[in-house]
Structure formats: C-alpha cells, structure tokens
C-alpha cells in the first residue's frame, strides 16, 4: 500500500517537474582553449557558432582555458588597453555574414573579434575564464578584459557538468 501512495505521489509532481524543467533553456558551452591571437579557422568560427548557438535558443557560456586566456589579456604590446581578439579584425565577409544573420546594417556589427565578443555578452552570452590559466600566465588585476569573469575550477566543473552541448576551439 505504501509503494502505490509513493507512486502516486511522485506521478502527481513529475508533469510539473518536466514542464518547469523544459523552461530553462539547455547550455552550449563553448570551450576556448587556443589563443585566438590570429586570423584562423578557429578566431573565424567561434563566433558564429556562439551567435547561432543564442539565436536558437541555447544559454551559450564561452570558457576561456589553458592558452585561450590569452586571447583576452590586455597588454601595452597590443596597443594600450586592448586584447589580441581587439587587434583582430572582422574581416569584410564576416561583417556581411553576420549582418546577415542579425538582419542589421553591417555598420551595426563590430569590426574585431574582441567587440564582437563584448557584444555577444550584451546578447546574453557569459563569458568565463579559468583562474588558475590566467594566474599561470600573469593574467590578473588590470590585465584582462572585464567582461570576462574569472571562475575556480570547481565553477569550471559544474559548467560542463551541466552542458547540454560543449565544444571546444
């Protein structure tokens, strides 16, 4: 008797939990682990697959780890205040393409891959880095982008833990 009253019970609040589960949108990460410093396939593609990854939908996280914290350290060498990603330009096709995409003038998309990560942010993306990486490197205080938070790796853990998707460049 006990066993049905649990099964009962438990049928009465799975619809609930799987309704209130589907609202929450599943998490892309995407996992940055190259330094980005140029104009590569990689530089070119991982923008357009966090683009398309919230267009669709998906709470999209990039995790900047191992050489990928360089790509958001701000040096003097990369003049002033500024990462390599702001030292990269968009070229002339991407900034048709993704103003294709967003459905605005090409003179609203940003012209290197550093805005454009900032306005990735301002869409909804969250933008990470491993501490540990950055401290390993001398990434720390003044010298990173701001708009990428630092985490611990237990932070780091629990992000792939809960992706629905994770793909690494």
């Not at 070229?91 to 048709?96: A, G, M, N, Q, T």
């Given at each position: 008797?006990?066993?049905?009253?649990?099964?009962?019970?438990?049928?009465?609040?799975?619809?609930?939990?799987?309704?209130?589960?589907?609202?929450?949108?599943?998490?892309?990460?995407?996992h940055v682990k190259s330094a980005?410093?140029?104009h590569d396939s990689r530089t070119?593609?991982?923008?357009?697959?966090?683009?398309?990854?919230?267009?669709?939908?998906?709470?999209?996280?990039?995790?900047?780890?191992?050489?990928?914290?360089?790509?958001?350290?701000?040096?003097?060498?990369?003049?002033?205040?500024?990462?390599?990603?702001?030292?990269?330009?968009?070229?002339?096709?991407?900034?048709?393409?993704?103003?294709?995409?967003?459905?605005?003038?090409?003179?609203?998309?940003?012209?290197?891959?550093?805005?454009?990560?900032?306005?990735?942010?301002?869409?909804?993306?969250?933008?990470?880095?491993?501490?540990?990486?950055?401290?390993?490197?001398?990434?720390?205080?003044?010298?990173?982008?701001?708009?990428?938070?630092?985490?611990?790796?237990?932070?780091?853990?629990?992000?792939?833990?809960?992706?629905?998707?994770?793909?690494?460049?």
């Amino acid at each position: 008797m006990r066993r049905a009253l649990w099964v009962v019970v438990i049928l009465m609040f799975l619809p609930a939990a799987v309704f209130a589960a589907s609202d929450t949108p599943k998490t892309f990460l995407i996992h940055v682990k190259s330094a980005m410093n140029r104009h590569d396939s990689r530089t070119v593609v991982m923008p357009h697959v966090a683009l398309t990854a919230l267009l669709q939908g998906y709470k999209v996280i990039i995790l900047f780890d191992d050489e990928g914290v360089q790509a958001i350290k701000i040096g003097h060498w990369y003049g002033g205040h500024t990462t390599p990603l702001d030292k990269a330009p968009l070229p002339e096709e991407e900034l048709r393409s993704f103003s294709t995409v967003l459905g605005v003038p090409s003179t609203s998309i940003p012209d290197n891959y550093g805005d454009f990560l900032r306005f990735l942010k301002g869409k909804g993306a969250d933008l990470f880095a491993n501490k540990v990486a950055m401290d390993l490197r001398n990434i720390g205080g003044d010298r990173f982008d701001h708009a990428v938070t630092p985490v611990a790796i237990e932070k780091m853990v629990e992000m792939f833990e809960r992706a629905a998707v994770t793909v690494a460049y």
